[in-house]
């Protein structure tokens, strides 16, 4: 049966940064009921908030809207993080996406999925050759998921003072959703942004429950 898509992309705005940290603060909650310790630690968890906020300033934050204005996911990008990635490794040729979160009551709509797939685009618009993460060393449900998306295990780093260090990437023109791209903007403004990967509102695909 299809249906109609209702929720759409767009910037961060500060006003956002309540709802962003209630994501957070569920997604922690997901994330104990799954045996891991991802964002267990307080202080990890301040210096990670303290870069979202930096990042919602800056512009490279996004958050999916959903039909009732709610925020139902979020997205960033972010410079290269040397602590993981070496000149080796051609860092300016990759989009690095960071905290990819999506709200549990938005769970098989395939938001995050379709917001890599975004992000992708992005990267090819710009020229970009990979999309990078590095995530979690010991959540290895969350490799298995990016794995499946396409993403490809580069190595594992360890630093001392971290906690993540899986580091993988996807060609950036690869997306695992090509039909059901997210829409950017809301219904007034989605015309008045053409220089980022969009399609219009009014597009209708299968509703996924998977």
Do not use: C
């Not at 972010?78 to 040729?93: I, K, L, N, Q, S």
């Not at 905290?99 to 938001?111: D, F």
């Not at 050759?129 to 580069?154: M, S």
């Not at 630093?159 to 950017?184: C, F, I, K, N, T």
């Amino acid at each position: 049966m299809k249906s109609r898509r209702t929720e759409y992309l767009r910037p961060a705005a500060a006003d956002d940064v309540p709802a962003l940290m209630a994501l957070r603060a569920e997604a922690e909650g997901w994330l104990r009921t799954k045996g891991t310790d991802q964002w267990s630690d307080p202080e990890t968890g301040e210096r990670a908030i303290s870069k979202w906020r930096a990042s919602i300033d800056e512009g490279r934050a996004w958050v999916v809207i959903g039909e009732h204005d709610e925020v139902l996911a979020t997205v960033s990008r972010g410079p290269v993080d040397r602590d993981f990635w070496t000149d080796a490794d051609r860092p300016e040729a990759a989009l690095y996406l960071y905290k990819l979160i999506v709200a549990r009551e938005a769970s098989g709509r395939q938001l995050g999925t379709r917001l890599i797939d975004w992000m992708s685009r992005l990267a090819a618009l710009e020229g970009r050759t990979w999309v990078r993460i590095d995530t979690w060393r010991t959540n290895t449900g969350l490799h298995a998921y990016y794995e499946r998306l396409g993403f490809q295990h580069v190595r594992t780093e360890a630093p001392p003072h971290r906690r993540s260090g899986w580091l993988a990437q996807r060609r950036a023109h690869e997306m695992a959703l090509p039909h059901d791209l997210l829409a950017v903007g809301s219904f007034e403004d989605v015309a008045a942004l053409p220089d980022l990967p969009h399609q219009r509102m009014d597009v209708s695909s299968e509703d996924s429950t998977a």
